[in-house]
């Protein structure tokens, strides 16, 4: 089982960016997808979350009306759309696959906001 993240980086107040989560060795399809993020000196917290066939979304209320979390299945990987980001948002961000007892991580990818 892999997942791989991709696409953070530094990236000025305001502006954007698109993570992506690739994964392998399970049925992706079956499983419900989400990102979360830890900042230095605090927990984990769960960012979005996508249900397994993409119907239903749910965001923290930090991100909600800025983040967008979608899915394509035919390609195994998880995206999260990053707008109007704050130094707040900095964090190690994770994607995550559950499915009732089946729990994947990926190794995170950095996004820092600062000017």
């Known amino acids: 089982v892999q997942l791989v993240e991709s696409g953070g980086g530094l990236v000025q107040p305001g502006g954007s960016l698109r993570l992506s989560c690739a994964a392998s060795?399970?049925?992706?399809?079956?499983?419900?997808m989400s990102w979360y993020r830890q900042a230095p000196g605090k927990e984990r917290e769960l960012v979005a979350r996508?249900?397994?066939?993409?119907?239903?979304?749910n965001y923290a209320d930090s991100v909600k009306g800025r983040f967008t979390i979608s899915r394509d299945n035919a390609k195994n990987t998880v995206y999260l759309q990053m707008n109007s980001l704050k130094p707040e948002d900095t964090a190690v961000y994770y994607c995550?696959?559950?499915?009732?007892?089946?729990?994947?991580w990926g190794q995170g990818t950095q996004v820092t906001v600062s000017s």
């Open positions: 995550n696959g559950r499915l009732r007892i089946y729990d994947y």
């Open positions: 996508i249900s397994s066939a993409g119907l239903f979304t």
């Open positions: 060795g399970f049925t992706f399809s079956s499983y419900a």
